[in-house]
């Protein structure tokens, strides 16, 4: 320990005492005669406390009374510091409202889902490092996922985005869009997942389409003429109460300008307006 920090030994040992936590531990191992182990700060060579490892060890004379310790200490700040991001990282993650996957580029493995991601499915994030995205996915087979990600492995793209269903643990299935992207920066290759619920999207999409099927049929089957024209006066809807009214057929009015249908000096004025 003196070559790592570089201090004189009895500086050192100094040191370690003057850790109320460590003294603490010590005084206990003494009088109880029973080691501990477990995370102290403690200043090692730098005026910055490091996280250490402690193994607290007593130490017994002849009439088996406890005397003294051993104290073993591990360095393990930078794998501290490591956890604390991983758990920021992962915190940031769960607070998203996007469904977040990252699962491993080899086993294809879930290494992390998020929140959103595990409520919507219906799993929970143990159950999920058990399953891989063709647990999830039905209409991919083993070998059409590996095609699917072959642009990614060989560096051919850096996204893919496409859309399929997840089903969830109840058997339920709902539409996805997904950004997939390939990692190769940690210590081994990770694929990660955005993916989008289209549902709401879905249904938004197919109210649309209803509210559009209704006003066509009102159009359809009014007894007055109603006619859609675009900028230029181009007419690009004529409903049949029109074709009764002016005699021309659908067909016939249909991609003409309006201008057709009324009489001069209206007609030659009408593209002016």
Do not use: W
């Not at 730098?46 to 310790?69: N, Y």
């Not at 409202?97 to 992390?112: K, M, P, S, V, W």
């Not at 109840?170 to 390939?182: A, E, F, N, R």
């Amino acid at each position: 320990r003196q070559q790592v920090t570089g201090l004189p030994v009895r500086s050192l040992v100094d040191r370690v005492a003057a850790s109320a936590e460590l003294a603490t531990r010590v005084e206990r191992a003494i009088e109880s005669g029973v080691g501990s182990a477990g995370q102290v700060r403690v200043h090692l060579g730098s005026a910055t406390e490091r996280t250490c490892e402690a193994a607290v060890l007593p130490v017994a004379d002849a009439a088996a009374t406890p005397v003294a310790c051993v104290v073993v200490l591990s360095d393990v700040t930078s794998r501290t510091r490591g956890e604390r991001r991983a758990q920021v990282l992962a915190d940031v993650l769960d607070e998203s409202r996007n469904e977040i996957y990252l699962f491993d580029a080899g086993t294809l493995r879930f290494e992390h889902v998020n929140r959103a991601a595990r409520e919507n499915l219906r799993y929970s994030l143990a159950e999920l490092r058990r399953l891989t995205p063709l647990d999830l996915k039905p209409a991919y087979t083993r070998e059409s996922f590996a095609r699917l990600l072959e642009p990614l492995r060989r560096g051919e793209t850096d996204m893919l985005r496409f859309e399929t269903v997840h089903r969830r643990s109840d058997g339920t299935h709902y539409p996805i869009d997904v950004h997939l992207q390939l990692s190769t920066r940690g210590e081994r290759p990770l694929f990660a997942a955005l993916i989008l619920d289209l549902t709401e999207r879905q249904r938004a999409e197919e109210a649309a389409r209803e509210a559009a099927e209704r006003l066509r049929a009102v159009v359809a089957t009014a007894v007055d003429g109603i006619i859609t024209i675009d900028e230029t006066g181009v007419m690009e809807t004529v409903n049949p109460a029109t074709e009764r009214i002016f005699g021309y057929t659908i067909e016939e009015m249909t991609g003409r300008n309006v201008s057709m249908l009324m009489p001069q000096p209206y007609r030659g004025e009408h593209d002016g307006y």
